[in-house]
T-cell receptor, first 116, second 113 residues
Framework: AQSVSQHNHHVILSEAASLELGCNYS??????LFWYVQYPGQHLQLLLK??????LVKGIKGFEAEFIKSKFSFNLRKPSVQWSDTAEYFC??????????????FGKGTKLSVIP | DTAVSQTPKYLVTQMGNDKSIKCEQN?????MYWYKQDSKKFLKIMFS???????INETVPNRFSPKSPDKAHLNLHINSLELGDSAVYFC????????????FGPGTRLTVL
């Protein structure tokens, strides 16, 4: 079964620092990749997604992610974080197949705390 | 104009009780899901319905029973609640399940005492 690994459980940064959150998945076929964000006390919201094409995708709020197929990775980046970016970040994979289930598999999440 | 809504937002109950959580989406999506998020924030799918039919039923106790009266609603009924059922339950919907984009509800925090 496919799995998603997020290497960092908790990341603490000062405002204006650069951010990179790691995500690796284990699935050999075609995948769709996602980053979702969950602000404190709120529901999950889509940050960005990759289906095909340019491996560098841009999302909302200045976030971007790079898909590196050879490394099975989809790392999330932001050049300069703000206090309002404090949240839990989830990487998710939806392996595409012609048949079978269409479920998202989520990583265990990375908590980001930004210190003002 | 809420896209995916859940009621109630908070649910506190005693062990052994039966409770329901309701979910409605006004996005016109055919597919809806229930997820359980535990205290460590791990998100795990429980059920998926496509146009009122169950298509995923992960290994969850049969005390949990989803019901979809129509494609805009997916309710979750839980019998004989246990302490370990305490979690946040999220409903989600998707316009294109193969693609994977999902829209989540605000969550229901269930506390079993």
């Amino acid at each position: 079964a496919q799995s998603v690994s997020q290497h960092n459980h908790h990341v603490i940064l000062s405002e204006a620092a650069s951010l990179e959150l790691g995500c690796n998945y284990s699935y050999g076929g075609t995948v769709n990749l996602f980053w979702y964000v969950q602000y404190p006390g709120q529901h999950l919201q889509l940050l960005l997604k990759y289906f095909s094409g340019d491996p560098l995708v841009k999302g909302i709020k200045g976030f971007e992610a790079e898909f590196i197929k050879s490394k099975f990775s989809f790392n999330l980046r932001k050049p300069s974080v703000q206090w309002s970016d404090t949240a839990e970040y989830f990487c998710a994979v939806n392996p595409y197949s012609g048949a079978g289930s269409y479920q998202l598999t989520f990583g265990k999440g990375t908590k980001l705390s930004v210190i003002p | 104009d809420t896209a995916v809504s859940q009621t109630p937002k908070y649910l506190v109950t005693q062990m052994g009780n039966d409770k329901s959580i309701k979910c409605e989406q006004n996005l016109g999506h055919d597919t809806m899901y229930w997820y359980k998020q535990d205290s460590k924030k791990f998100l795990k799918i429980m059920f998926s319905y496509n146009n009122k039919e169950l298509i995923i039923n992960e290994t969850v106790p049969n005390r949990f029973s989803p019901k979809s009266p129509d494609k805009a609603h997916l309710n979750l009924h839980i019998n004989s609640l246990e302490l370990g059922d305490s979690a946040v339950y999220f409903c989600a919907s998707s316009p294109r399940p193969k693609e994977g984009t999902q829209y989540f509800g605000p969550g229901t925090r269930l506390t079993v005492l």
